[in-house]
């Protein structure tokens, strides 16, 4: 499988309902989303200027967990109209016992800061950040709800 596969095939399971989350998909917008996909060693990231609704950053295998999360926190301290949330192939991550990471390849995803913003504050008013620990809200919103 192709890594453009594997990631429409992720993106495709982010976005299936599913009843561990009262009947609400992972990611309830992956299924409408426009993305870019771009190889990446981190010394040269090309940053998006244009509109956009998604980059996914295709990273090195060999790049560890916190490495990946501190280059996150570095972009997200210097780009700050945009958010950058990693995804690491070997850290399961889950929702109520749903896995939302892509188990296969190292990620940085890249989105404007206020689109995501806005669509997280459209879940606020649905019972969607209810499954979630709040650990991992803290984690990927930076907010306790």
């Known amino acids: ?12 399971r982010l976005s299936v309902s599913n009843p561990q989350l009262g009947g609400m998909p992972v990611c309830p917008f ?3 989303t426009v993305y870019r996909l771009v190889h990446t060693d981190l010394v040269t990231l090309d940053v998006p200027t244009d509109e956009f609704n998604l980059v ?17 926190d570095h972009l997200n301290l210097e780009y700050p109209q945009l958010i950058f949330l990693p995804d690491y192939s070997q850290r399961y991550t889950h929702i109520n016992g749903v896995q939302t990471n892509n188990g ?8 404007p ?10 879940l606020k008013s ?6 979630w620990s709040k650990d991992y809200l803290k984690e990927i919103t930076g907010e306790e709800l």
Request: glycine fraction near 0%; aromatic fraction near 10%.
């Open 1 to 12: 499988m192709t890594e453009q596969q594997h990631i429409d095939q992720w993106i495709q």
């Open 30 to 32: 992956a299924a409408n």
């Open 56 to 72: 996914i950053y295709v990273l090195p295998n060999q790049l560890s967990q916190s490495e990946i999360s501190a280059y996150c």
């Open 104 to 111: 296969q390849l190292n990620l940085i995803l890249c989105q």
């Open 113 to 122: 800061k206020d689109k995501l913003i806005k669509a997280r504050q459209s």
């Open 126 to 131: 649905t019972r969607y950040y209810s499954y």
